[in-house]
């Protein structure tokens, strides 16, 4: 592997732990808090999870170690996308393994869930490991989505955990990997396994959190690279002063991405798709919402600004998510080859008109022809349109601009309006993980050890307090299943953890909301620059303002 200066240097980094952690594994003792219930639905997640359901909360303590010192084989898989901090997950678990026992082993099952099933996997040892240590990306075994979640799919993975004596499975995923976490937990204590799961909360998107989860590792590094990209683009703006940036921003579906960007560069506009489909928006109401921003901003001789767009904001465009169900419906099953065999966009577009609704075909008219094409892209696995590739950043400024072009029309609107467009996504799944997710992933993965030696099953590893100081972080873990609900998905009830949306009540959002008219219309925009890996604390160590907000005593 070719090495860049940053990258050295950041092998030399040593992580901080949390301070109960810090005292060698023999001095980390436990305690057992309450019984837990499921966030709701008890009684029928309480059925469906007989003996991993109602576990009590753990928290670590200083003090005697007095867990069973057997030898542990461990096999770790990450799954899903990347997220930056992922290896230092895995180098903690490693490094407390290994601290505790010579002897013990660490398999790392490659490219995701289906390492497991394939039986493709590395062993760990500290020259392969010390490579990766404190570096973005999943790279160190691989990444995937395959979903581990079949009975016939666990009954696999038990057998190759019995071939290589493995004692315990760390997935390192999103809401759903964590859940299917949960589900083989319980199969492996069904059927008397032996065989320990533990999960560790990941995703940039941030919709992994609730009352015991801060946040997910990864949100941190993600949004500050792409509020340092925002912010050059804001000066870019404010310097040539002739265009205006729509930039979407990952997250499928939550938009605390967006939401976090916006704090951190007070832009002229950011949607929000939780608010979005609160208000019931339409896309002209949206439209008119920004037009109004370039329109006040062009009276003060300001043609140009930025917009921030979440990913999946679409997808909460009561009108547009009705139209995506109908295209679902349209191309189901054999009607798709139909469809694909037709040759001319104009054949198709008839198609199309004979098979929507009078109001969806008058929302899928106004796209541009482009955004229309894009929604009979590829399907996912169960045949819905994939959201993430529909240029909704190009979708805002086409609607924009006609909306401006009536208002030139009328005489109210005189300014130019030239759009730009950025789609900032994998530039900030793989950075390198700011000096905070270098810490929490590597408590994660420490903390991840101290479940598995104290003989935990279907517990998600949680650190805590993480607007504080390292130090005065808590470790412990909670139940997954007190996690969870049952949701409808693909028209069956499954129990699930539940996702986190941005909560329209929730301090960072007021922040937004109480600050947004003004950003509008003003050029207040703030370049936060590139992550500081070296120097004071209090600059390198900072967190994001969606964590600070939420936790500001
Ligand atoms: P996870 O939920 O698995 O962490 O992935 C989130 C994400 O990064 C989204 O922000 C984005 O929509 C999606 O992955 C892109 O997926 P892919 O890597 O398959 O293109």
């Known amino acids: 592997m070719k090495i860049s200066s940053l990258q050295s240097a950041r092998y030399e980094y040593s992580p901080k732990l949390p301070g109960m952690l810090r005292h060698g594994i023999a001095n980390i003792g436990v305690q057992e808090g309450e019984e837990t219930q499921s966030a709701a639905d008890q009684e029928v997640i309480k059925r469906l999870f007989p003996n991993t359901y109602g576990k009590k909360e753990i928290t670590f303590v200083q003090g005697e170690n007095t867990a069973e010192t057997k030898k542990q084989v461990v096999g770790v898989i990450l799954s899903g996308g990347q997220a930056p901090g992922g290896h230092n997950v895995i180098c903690g678990l490693y490094d407390a393994l290994k601290a505790a026992n010579k002897e013990n082993v660490l398999y790392g099952f490659k490219n995701g869930p289906i390492g497991l099933i394939e039986d493709d996997y590395l062993i760990f040892d500290d020259a392969y490991i010390n490579q990766y240590r404190n570096t973005g990306g999943f790279d160190i075994i691989g990444s995937g989505r395959t979903k581990l979640e079949t009975s016939e799919q666990f009954a696999i993975v038990a057998d190759v955990c019995k071939k290589h004596g493995i004692t315990a499975i760390v997935i390192i995923g999103g809401d759903d990997s964590n859940t299917n976490a949960a589900v083989l937990a319980e199969y492996f204590a069904a059927h008397d396994t032996g065989v320990q799961v533990i999960g560790c909360p990941k995703t940039i998107d941030g919709d992994l959190k609730n009352e015991d989860i801060e946040c997910s590792f990864g949100f941190d590094t993600a949004t500050k690279t792409y509020s340092e990209i925002i912010g050059n683009i804001e000066r870019d703006a404010n310097s040539a002063k002739k265009y205006w940036h729509f930039i979407k921003v990952m997250g499928r579906s939550a938009s605390h991405v967006a939401l976090e960007c916006a704090l951190e560069t007070q832009p002229n506009i950011c949607l929000i798709s939780e608010e979005v489909s609160e208000k019931k928006m339409s896309l002209s109401q949206i439209a008119d919402y920004i037009a109004d921003s370039v329109e006040k901003r062009a009276a003060k001789g300001m043609n140009f600004g930025v917009a921030i767009i979440p990913e999946g904001v679409v997808e909460f465009v009561p009108e547009f998510s009705a139209l995506i169900q109908e295209i679902n419906e349209l191309l189901a099953g054999s009607k798709a080859d139909a469809f694909n065999a037709l040759a001319t966009w104009s054949e198709k577009y008839a198609f199309i008109e004979q098979g929507l609704t009078k109001e969806s075909m008058g929302v899928f008219a106004i796209l541009p022809e482009n955004i229309q094409q894009q929604l009979f892209l590829e399907r996912d696995p169960h045949g819905n349109v994939q959201v993430s590739l529909i240029e909704s950043e190009k ?69 805590s307090n993480l607007s504080k100081p390292a130090s005065e972080w808590t470790a412990g873990g909670m139940p997954i299943t007190k996690m969870m609900n049952i949701e409808r998905r693909h028209g069956e009830d499954k129990p699930v953890i539940k996702k986190a949306l941005v909560e329209l009540d929730g301090k960072p959002f007021k922040f937004f909301e109480a600050h947004r008219e003004e950003w509008a219309v003003e050029t207040s925009f703030v370049y936060p620059g590139a992550i500081q890996y070296y120097g004071p604390a209090e600059v390198c160590d900072i967190t994001t303002k969606t964590l600070a907000l939420e936790h500001a005593e």
């Open 395 to 463: 979708l805002f400024s086409a609607l924009v601009k006609d909306k401006l072009d009536e208002r030139k029309k009328a005489g109210t609107y005189k300014g130019k309006f030239s759009p730009l467009h950025h789609f900032l996504g994998y530039e900030g799944r793989c950075a390198f993980p700011s000096n905070f997710d270098s810490d929490y992933c590597y408590s994660l993965g420490y903390n991840a050890f101290m479940l598995i030696q104290y003989g935990y099953n279907g517990y998600l590893s949680k650190i």
